[in-house]
């Protein structure tokens, strides 16, 4: 039978895994950006956003389905290991499809073909994910294996990018050593992932049991895909490589907030669908509340503070020849709470109970809503009008779980308590917005401000004794009395 894990352990290391997909980035963007210029950026992550789809379909939804699926087999190790064979030959032959697809899209396509060299090598990341299995691991609850391997990598592109990347005709370059780093480590779980399923043919294969979930967390996938590549895309397409770099900027911290707040619903994933598995609704349900309030007591205050100090962040991350990029940023943080909460009713508690058509409707609404509104506002607002697509096609996608959701889970929404959270955030602006008229450097400004407004923030949940907040004190302090 498989050990559970610590879901706290999960969601730290799980936390950091995700983090380290945007930090490493984080770290040398500052220096790449300024040596490769907003179009080389741009080059390199319309690149990247055109190969998405491509991986898209590869993948074919198995990275959430697999979870699911292998976590309900966990504890018989022949049907865990069925179950990944089956889905690992679903997965390279949709490789082998996707592959052809591209060499296609480089021949016939004239937007491409400049910098065909550069598409292929993004697109090692396709093969690299599929041998990778990452989903089996997740299955398993194997974060501290995950993170520890996948850092070690970053790490060492990270040296790699400082001494490398010198001139501005280093984008290639500097795409190969991203898909390193995000990519490379999957080396490493195909051969270790002997550990945990049999290598040799087991006999009574089912692919087809597969097909119909796998189809309908593919839609998903599409849907999701479309919308959160659709920007970079449609800008490249109909603008020019520098509005690409310009919106790469405006994103940067928005995908590093987004994914420390969805760790929580990657690690819950395997365990709702043990406890609905098993039976355990009620524990299911408490698992789902205390998971909401944990993205809104965490996500609201992050959203807040880099709408305040966004030009402050670009100014740091980019530099001066990005300043346009402060508005599409601003207009763009919301998605971190929208995402987070759509995490919550989408992928941890929806998924679970098997209601994975209502999160592909609230998925293709939210692809449909970002479709039409880049298309009128990107001719005239460029990088934000696709900040208003992607905000607008995130609130429709939890609008429309939450409907849903609201009846297999009572009093979710409600059992949170906002005002709590809204006066907190008010407290922390007023006394942290005055450090931006210091003058102060920016790194110095960020620093100061962002630990006046959070310890304000946590102070004033402490004082109204928030639930959630005055529960994790009280584990800090015993653990620091055993200490």
């Given at each position: 039978m498989a050990k559970q894990k610590s879901l706290k352990v999960n969601f730290i290391m799980n936390a950091i895994l995700t983090m380290s997909s945007f930090i490493f980035p984080l770290i040398t963007f500052p220096y790449v950006s300024r040596i490769l210029m907003p179009s080389g950026v741009g080059k390199v992550n319309f690149a990247t956003s055109v190969i998405n789809y491509f991986s898209m379909i590869a993948q074919l939804g198995i990275p959430t389905y697999g979870i699911r699926a292998c976590a309900r087999v966990r504890d018989d190790r022949e049907k865990l290991t069925r179950t990944a064979h089956e889905l690992l030959f679903i997965n390279i032959i949709m490789s082998i499809i996707s592959y052809l697809g591209l060499f296609i899209a480089l021949l016939v396509v004239p937007r491409l073909q400049s910098d065909r060299t550069l598409y292929i090598i993004v697109s090692f990341t396709i093969i690299l994910t599929t041998i990778g299995m990452e989903w089996l691991y997740k299955a398993l609850e194997q974060y501290t294996y995950i993170t520890v391997r996948s850092l070690i990598f970053k790490a060492i592109s990270v040296v790699a990018m400082l001494l490398l990347i010198h001139s501005k005709s280093d984008y290639v370059l500097y795409g190969a050593i991203s898909i390193f780093a995000a990519s490379a480590s999957n080396i490493f779980n195909f051969i270790n992932v002997h550990r945990y399923i049999g290598l040799r043919p087991v006999g009574n294969y089912n692919i087809k049991?597969?097909?119909?979930?796998?189809?309908?967390?593919?839609?998903?996938?599409?849907?999701?895909t479309i919308y959160t590549n659709l920007d970079t895309v449609m800008l490249g397409f109909m603008k020019n490589d520098a509005e690409v770099g310009y919106y790469t900027a405006a994103v940067k911290i928005k995908n590093i907030l987004v994914s420390v707040v969805t760790s929580l619903g990657t690690v819950l994933l395997p365990r709702a669908s043990y406890y609905i598995q098993k039976g355990e609704i009620d524990q299911f349900k408490f698992l789902s509340k205390k998971a909401l309030n944990f993205v809104c007591l965490l996500a609201t205050p992050l959203v807040i503070y880099f709408i305040l100090y966004a030009k402050q962040g670009i100014l740091l991350l980019s530099g001066n020849q990005y300043m346009p990029a402060v508005m599409p940023m601003q207009l763009i943080m919301f998605t971190v709470l929208f995402i987070g909460m759509s995490n919550i009713t989408g992928i941890q508690i929806l998924v679970p109970l098997g209601y994975e058509r209502i999160v592909l409707y609230s998925e293709i609404a939210g692809a449909l809503t970002d479709l039409v509104i880049n298309f009128l506002l990107i001719p005239e607002l460029a990088s934000s009008g696709a900040a208003i697509g992607t905000l607008v096609a995130e609130a429709v996608?939890?609008?429309?779980?939450?409907?849903?959701?609201?009846k297999q889970v009572p009093g979710l929404f409600t059992s949170i308590k906002y005002y709590k959270i809204v006066i907190a955030i008010v407290l922390a602006s007023l006394g942290s917005f005055w450090v931006a008229y210091l003058n102060l450097h920016t790194f110095i400004t960020l620093v100061v401000s962002a630990i006046l407004f959070f310890v304000i923030y946590g102070i004033a949940l402490i004082v109204m004794k928030e639930t959630l907040v005055k529960e994790i004190l009280g584990e800090v302090l015993a653990k620091v009395k055993r200490s």
């Open positions: 049991q597969h097909l119909k979930p796998v189809l309908v967390f593919f839609s998903m996938s599409v849907a999701t996608v939890l609008l429309v779980q939450y409907f849903s959701v609201r």
